[in-house]
């Protein structure tokens, strides 16, 4: 049996830490500004204090996003901070310094800073925390801060930013209904609370126009100059990768370093974004970040490690986090691009409770051979193995649950036998991606 490694960092004073910030408020998920604006007073306002920011928000490929404005700017030579959520393995994967995730030594000491400043008053993990990275953020030097929203948008913790250099939206679909309302209408406009008045916003390619539309209503109401893919700037598919076009310019890229189609749409924007910036990312860094670009969990192939070593050795082992209707369209465009090389895909999946897995199942469904289902493991909200099972049998698909996901590839090993190389998806949900790449270290 392999044993996966705590998910916390090993430092006991870290961990403590954390522990107590999550006792700070009775629920998980609070929508509300009014708790992170009261202890940011109380620190004296750091995020008053931060490089130049980006702010990005949006239902799928925020993170991703972020990661190619990253790797954009960094290979340009400059600094740059970085907050995401959630994380998969260590909780210091959130809050990246001038390039660096930061220390459990120097996290340990915001946080205890921050507790102090809180002083026993309620407030969720993530406003804490977010206070905290901002504190970070305002006591190192860098050039550049990419701000990832939490969840929504009009009252994510991150939204205390008052003037973005620029703010990024990504694709809208149906999520977190039950926080952010149960239309797309409803989503796009908690998603364009992040647009600030006079402050240029960036759309990237919408699968309903009528995000689009919110966005446009925030924006003239704002003064805010705002640029949508199809209009403003645009990406299309060449034989040696993409081509990206706005009116300053024409750029002919290379592939992205991450894979699936629907990754050009997100570079596409992160180029989009490098206009709006007070630093200068030229057309050779956008290339090389392009391809250095690195993000976890995004169709991630996993060669090494003992999760591999169960499979056949012409086997393909890759990791996804998606885990919604968009996210189960786009690995659908993929898997048939693999599919049409006649190597037969598995699936192991797992999902929270709070999600749709027919939405995320059914487009991926023609696609499987056979899927076994697990719980997510340390998560009282996921979905049990039978009911996940259940779900991929309305879907379509020949399905069984399985203990765990160790049990869960072995048994798909097993059943293909010899002969035909064969490819296996691990998917469903971040928190299961985490899981993995723990267990697979």
Same mark, same amino acid.
């Given at each position: 049996m392999i044993k996966a490694p705590p998910l916390l960092p090993a430092s006991p004073r870290l961990e403590a830490a954390l522990d107590r910030m999550r006792q700070l408020h009775p629920v998980v998920i609070d929508l509300s500004l009014g708790r992170i604006?009261? *202890? *940011?007073?109380?620190? @004296?306002? &750091?995020?008053?204090?931060? &490089? #130049?920011?980006?702010?990005?928000?949006?239902?799928?490929?925020? @993170?991703?996003?972020?990661?190619? =404005?990253?790797?954009?700017a960094e290979a340009a030579g400059h600094r740059v901070h970085v907050y995401t959520s959630p994380h998969l393995v260590r909780f210091n994967e959130r809050i990246?310094?001038?390039?660096?995730?930061?220390? !459990? !030594?120097? =996290?340990? !000491?915001?946080?205890?800073?921050?507790?102090?400043?809180?002083?026993?008053?309620?407030?969720?993990?993530?406003?804490?925390?977010?206070?905290?990275?901002?504190?970070?953020?305002?006591?190192? &030097?860098?050039?550049l801060l990419i701000l990832e929203v939490g969840l929504g948008g009009?009252?994510?913790?991150?939204?205390?930013?008052?003037?973005?250099?620029?703010?990024?939206l990504t694709r809208i679909s149906l999520d977190h209904?039950?926080?952010?309302?149960?239309? =797309?209408?409803?989503?796009? @406009?908690?998603?364009?609370?992040?647009?600030?008045?006079?402050? #240029?916003?960036?759309?990237?390619?919408?699968?309903?126009?009528?995000?689009?539309?919110?966005?446009?209503e925030r924006?003239?109401?704002?003064?805010?100059?705002?640029?949508?893919?199809?209009r403003d700037w645009s990406v299309a598919a060449t034989d040696t990768g993409f081509r990206f076009q706005d009116a300053a310019r024409t750029l002919d890229l290379p592939p992205p370093g991450l894979m699936g189609a629907h990754q050009v749409?997100?570079?596409?924007?992160?180029?989009?974004?490098?206009?709006?910036?007070? *630093?200068?990312?030229?057309?050779?860094?956008?290339?090389? @970040?392009?391809v250095a670009v690195e993000w976890p969990a995004r169709l991630q192939r996993l060669t090494r490690g003992p999760l591999p070593d169960l499979l056949p050795s012409d086997w393909e082992l890759f990791l996804d986090g998606g885990h919604n209707d968009s996210a189960g369209e786009v690995l659908a465009r993929q898997l048939a691009r693999w599919n049409a090389d006649g190597r037969p895909l598995d699936m192991v999946f797992g999902m929270l409770g709070s999600k749709r897995p027919l939405d995320f199942l059914t487009p991926l469904a023609p696609h499987v051979r056979r899927l076994r289902a697990v719980a997510i493991p340390g998560e009282p909200n996921s979905v049990t193995a039978e009911d996940a099972a259940a779900f991929a049998r309305t879907a379509g698909m020949d399905a069984a649950a399985s203990p765990d996901v160790e049990a869960a590839v072995t048994e798909l090993a097993t059943l293909a036998g010899q002969g035909q190389p064969g490819r296996l998806l691990i998917c469903g949900s971040l928190y299961l991606a985490g899981t993995v790449l723990a267990l697979n270290a």
């Open positions: 604006e009261r *202890l *940011l007073a109380a620190l @004296g306002h &750091p995020e008053r204090r931060l &490089p #130049p920011t980006v702010h990005v928000a949006g239902t799928n490929g925020k @993170g991703s996003t972020v990661a190619f =404005l990253r790797a954009m990246r310094l001038a390039g660096s995730l930061i220390g !459990d !030594d120097d =996290l340990a !000491d915001i946080l205890e800073e921050v507790e102090r400043a809180n002083d026993g008053h309620p407030i969720t993990f993530f406003e804490v925390t977010t206070a905290a990275a901002f504190l970070a953020f305002a006591r190192v &030097p860098a050039d009009r009252l994510d913790a991150t939204n205390v930013i008052d003037a973005p250099v620029v703010s990024l209904t039950q926080f952010l309302g149960p239309s =797309l209408r409803d989503i796009a @406009g908690e998603k364009a609370g992040i647009i600030k008045p006079d402050r #240029p916003a960036i759309a990237g390619p919408q699968a309903d126009p009528v995000a689009n539309a919110v966005f446009a924006a003239a109401v704002l003064s805010a100059p705002l640029f949508l893919h199809g749409d997100n570079a596409g924007l992160a180029i989009a974004a490098t206009a709006h910036l007070p *630093l200068t990312i030229g057309d050779d860094a956008i290339r090389r @970040g392009l």
